[in-house]
């Protein structure tokens, strides 16, 4: 059964910096793509950050670019997403998801991921 668990959120002053980790279990091939996505309460989920398992290709929302770096090791199947110069308007659950089969073409899209976290919960405020 694959599995993807996020840590590293909490509650960070505007300004500050979160690292959020994700780590897999149960992949019995490698995934195309795995990424973070967040949804504010009111507002739809939306796509941050992702990149595919092979290659470097990745994507950033640009309201999160120059700011959130996405990286991984694959040795301990953990994706990370370093999070610096944070807003309050960053404030979410921010969710892992890994695309497994490849079918959507669009990259970083929630509809093409199969695997969901449970989410971890990242506040910015003074």
């Known amino acids: 059964q694959l599995q993807l668990v996020e840590s590293g959120g909490g509650l960070v002053q505007p300004g500050g910096s979160l690292r959020l980790s994700c780590v897999g279990s149960g992949f019995t091939t490698p995934y195309y793509t795995i990424g973070w996505f967040r949804q504010a309460p009111g507002h739809e989920r939306e796509e941050v950050s992702c990149m595919r398992y092979w290659g470097d290709s990745t994507f950033y929302a640009d309201s999160v670019k120059g700011r959130f770096t996405i990286s991984r090791d694959n040795t301990k199947n953990t994706v990370f997403l370093q999070m610096n110069s944070l807003k309050p308007e960053d404030s979410a659950v921010y969710y892992c998801?890994?695309?497994?089969?490849?079918?959507?073409?669009?990259?970083?899209?929630?509809?093409?991921?199969?695997?969901w976290g449970k989410g971890t919960l990242v506040t910015v405020s003074s």
């Open positions: 998801a890994a695309d497994t089969t490849g079918i959507v073409t669009q990259f970083c899209k929630d509809y093409g991921m199969d695997y």
